[in-house]
């Protein structure tokens, strides 16, 4: 017989307090905090690749609409199947980590990114369903590794914020060094730019190895244990709770700030992946534009890490706005001032602004949301958010069909006013579930 769930709050002001106090480590040796930092840089890895995936599309699509002879809605598949990937990925980390554990879960993961990139490899002999399949099981690996990745390092008792914000910013650099390496590969012969993915799956080789040798398989208890932190904000695995699943599902709170994230990451995408088209056909950039990509993915990243003074001394919540009315007066600019060079530097500075809400947003959750309830609950809103990576795209990609790639930047401009929108209905108070 089910118990009785029911949703309570304590009142927290994020613009008053910026943070919740977390339990503190008690004195750790010096073999733990080396052990954390070598978490974190395995975990940073992971996080790399999932941007160095997103920010290589962008660069490619030019030469995968050439090479197939595909409309931009047909070539916007690629966005979709990702996105089915990923919410099958993230749905079934929810429930393989209380039976496997997080050690395996990311090598599980990195297989999957293995065989996905390898099948775009090889797409010069291959048509372009097989091509959309390894889109398809790269976001099954990508779902894996990330919502593990997250919920560890929002886990973390010491300086999470300061982690989170490390942790993401490689998923800019990621997102930075891909589009210079797929321009190098669009300006190959005909069909040679899908050679680009055979670098790829090297990165994820090197990613499955680093993680085995760092977390060794081991549950997320076991590798908190390792680093000092006996006190832990998950449940153990392992163990069957399966109410834990219908608590999250309960909270009101996850689901808010799920859809902030799902305009967020669709947006950041959005940008990041129809940026070159918009530069090509609009702006008249030339096969160069793909370094235009790679300003916005450095701005992202730079922001994750160069904002963080900020971000604690305005509060997060506040900070949230003033970087989305940034963001939309830059998004103006570029829209209706015929500029490349200009365009070129307001699309770094959007993706600068853009850069740290989503470690906010996950710093946020970790705030709000119970404890015991945090990795399944970070496990369905990233699995929900990257389902807007795949959304936005694909509209945007659709309406550019009808009415131009010109339409990408008025598109882009009301997705931000509804985030900033959306950021006034996300919660700022403890929720507590009571079973």
């Not at 030019?62 to 990702?82: A, D, G, R, W």
């Not at 976001?139 to 560890?152: D, E, H, I, M, R």
């Not at 993915?197 to 244990?225: P, W």
Request: net charge positive.
């Amino acid at each position: 017989m089910d118990t009785p769930t029911s949703e309570k709050s304590i009142n927290l002001d994020q613009a008053i307090l910026p943070s919740l106090p977390r339990p503190s480590l008690p004195r750790r040796t010096r073999a733990e905090r080396w052990s954390e930092h070598y978490q974190i840089i395995a975990l940073s890895g992971t996080l790399f690749l999932s941007g160095w995936n997103d920010g290589s599309l962008g660069p490619l699509i030019p030469k995968i609409q050439e090479f197939y002879h595909l409309s931009y809605t047909i070539v916007s598949l690629l966005f979709v199947f990702k996105c089915t990937g990923y919410i099958l990925g993230a749905i079934g980390s929810m429930g393989l980590t209380e039976k496997y554990g997080f050690g395996k879960l990311l090598i599980v993961g990195a297989a999957f990114q293995i065989v996905g990139n390898s099948l775009q490899s090889a797409a010069l002999g291959l048509p372009f369903p097989v091509f959309v399949l390894g889109n398809f099981l790269t976001g099954v690996g990508l779902a894996t590794q990330n919502a593990q990745s997250t919920a560890y390092v929002a886990s973390l008792s010491s300086a999470p914020e300061a982690k989170m914000g490390i942790t993401q910013a490689a998923y800019g650099a990621g997102a930075l060094v891909s589009p210079l390496v797929a321009t190098q590969f669009t300006r190959l012969s005909h069909g040679k730019w899908s050679y680009s993915y055979i670098i790829t799956v090297g990165l994820n080789l090197l990613n499955a190895v680093h993680c085995a040798v760092v977390f060794r398989g081991k549950t997320q208890r076991e590798c908190l244990s390792s680093i000092g932190q006996r006190e832990q904000h998950v449940p153990a695995e392992g163990v069957d709770e399966p109410s834990y699943l219908r608590q999250m599902l309960s909270i009101k709170a996850v689901h808010l700030l799920a859809l902030f994230l799902f305009v967020y990451v669709g947006t950041e995408v959005t940008i990041g992946g129809w940026i070159v088209s918009f530069m090509i056909t609009v702006r008249h950039g030339g096969s160069s534009s793909g370094y235009i990509s790679a300003g916005f993915w450095g701005g992202l990243m730079l922001g994750r890490v160069l904002l963080l003074p900020l971000n604690k001394l305005i509060g997060e919540v506040r900070a949230v706005y003033v970087y989305t009315a940034t963001a939309i007066g830059l998004e103006l600019l570029i829209y209706l001032v015929p500029s490349l060079l200009l365009s070129s530097i307001s699309v770094a500075l959007v993706g600068l602004c853009l850069g740290p809400m989503f470690p906010i947003g996950m710093n946020h959750a970790a705030r709000i949301l119970p404890p015991k309830l945090l990795t399944a609950s970070i496990a369905w809103v990233a699995g929900i958010s990257i389902s807007g990576a795949a959304v936005l795209p694909f509209v945007t990609g659709a309406i550019a069909g009808q009415r131009g790639i010109g339409s990408l930047e008025p598109f882009v401009i009301g997705m931000l006013v509804l985030l900033g929108l959306l950021w006034t209905t996300v919660p700022r108070k403890r929720v507590l579930v009571l079973v």
